[in-house]
């Protein structure tokens, strides 16, 4: 289709180009930051965005294909020529824009490698642009930071004289871009080829979310601020089966030996009524443990569900019972609390964590509880699950009434 015969439709298209090939960190796109892919985070964020009516990732890779898919975005099969390491971000969004059939009013431009972007700040930039208020938007941190630069004869400033010092509020800011997106008037774009054109306009972000993932340092960064990021109460957690880890999740992680060498653990009567809830909205319940202990079985055998102990590997274990029962892994919900839990969260749609677990585990979860082990982490993940699924359709209504006996 030529530009002069396509039509123009006054909706707005997020597109997330994400390219398979990545020299600084292999298969980056598809890198878990809080229990989700880059890609899929981007996709999220475009998503929920007021004013976005449609989500497209451009990309050339199978594997972030099928993810984009999964999480909600239409796919655009990116060409060979155009997405190799020399490739600009303008040349995949021309594409993307000539094979959507109508050519929309604005188009978002939202980069995978910024995991924390800032919804409110895109809706902004989308209306603006949708008004005429802007025709180039983009993301940008407001910073009163002097800035040099390195040369032959040493240091010179670049946005200050250095001789003159004035005080932070003597100064007018300067704005930061940092990536996350770009709102564009695709009319505009196309003339110019450029994502800078006509009237641009920074749109401040949280400086929280200013991060852009290009090197593993990056990663590690966006890691350990993702447990700060964690999914709101407002995001249905939507699953068929719920797993769990036994020790740290179903008990505080303590036990207590008695001098026969017994040991003996107490569990949260909640959580068991937690699981009855599950078991009665027809969600499927596992305890995947890898200790063998008489008391877990007792205790699986008396919540009704599922439990495999003695588990080293509990990815291909957790793999398997799902395969068996015809579950997708992504509609897999996985409550954990130490390392050993690290390849299972890694493979579900929804990793949770416990609120005192370990930090890699805090830093790998999607969710992380407001409980801690053995004090109703276990209920209060049902209970979310139970939420998603509406009233009409599970026994939610019961963990509203009065406390009562867990039922055998």
Do not use: C
């Not at 497209?56 to 972030?64: K, Q, S």
């Not at 004035?166 to 940092?178: A, N």
């Not at 709102?183 to 054109?197: C, E, I, N």
């Not at 068991?272 to 443990?289: H, K, P, Q, T, W």
Request: proline share 6%; net charge negative.
């Amino acid at each position: 289709m030529t530009p002069s015969s396509r039509s123009a439709s006054g909706e707005v298209v997020a597109i997330v180009p994400a390219r398979g090939g990545s020299k600084g960190i292999p298969g980056k796109n598809l890198v878990r930051v809080g229990g989700v892919p880059l890609v899929a985070r981007a996709v999220i964020a475009a998503n929920e965005a007021e004013g976005v009516d449609r989500v497209v990732v451009t990309t050339d890779d199978d594997a972030i294909a099928a993810a984009a898919r999964e999480w909600g975005a239409d796919v655009v099969r990116r060409p060979s020529d155009i997405s190799g390491d020399g490739a600009s971000s303008e040349s995949a969004l021309l594409h993307a824009i000539e094979s959507l059939g109508s050519e929309p009013r604005a188009i978002a431009f939202l980069q995978a490698t910024s995991p924390f972007i800032d919804v409110p700040a895109l809706s902004r930039a989308v209306r603006m642009v949708r008004a005429g208020e802007a025709e180039s938007a983009f993301s940008a941190v407001e910073t009163y930071g002097f800035l040099w630069a390195s040369g032959p004869n040493g240091a010179t400033g670049i946005n200050h004289d250095p001789s003159h010092r004035p005080r932070r509020q003597d100064r007018e800011p300067h704005y930061l871009e940092t990536g996350a997106f770009y709102v564009l008037d695709t009319a505009g774009f196309r003339s110019t080829g450029h994502r800078f054109f006509g009237r641009t306009v920074p749109v401040q972000v949280d400086e929280r979310t200013a991060i852009e993932i290009d090197s593993p340092e990056q990663l590690d960064i966006a890691m350990a601020l993702a447990p700060l990021a964690a999914e709101p109460a407002s995001v249905p957690l939507d699953v068929d089966a719920v797993v769990t880890d036994f020790d740290g999740v179903h008990t505080d992680d303590r036990v207590t030996v008695s001098s026969d060498g017994l040991e003996h653990v107490r569990v949260s009567r909640s959580d068991g009524m937690g699981v009855r809830l599950l078991r009665e909205a027809g969600i499927d319940a596992l305890i995947l443990s890898t200790e063998t202990d008489p008391v877990v079985t007792a205790r699986a055998r008396k919540l009704r569900i599922d439990v495999l102990q003695a588990q080293d590997d509990k990815a291909s274990a957790l793999r398997t019972w799902a395969d068996v029962r015809g579950i997708p892994l992504e509609r897999v919900a996985y409550l954990g609390n130490d390392v050993n839990d690290l390849p299972a969260l890694e493979i579900v749609g929804w990793p949770v964590a416990v609120s005192d677990a370990h930090p890699l585990v805090l830093a790998a979860a999607r969710l992380v509880l407001e409980r801690a082990g053995g004090s109703g982490a276990v209920r209060e993940l049902a209970e979310r699950v139970l939420r998603s699924r509406g009233a009409a359709r599970n026994p939610f209504a019961a963990a509203q009434q009065p406390a009562q006996k867990e039922t055998p």
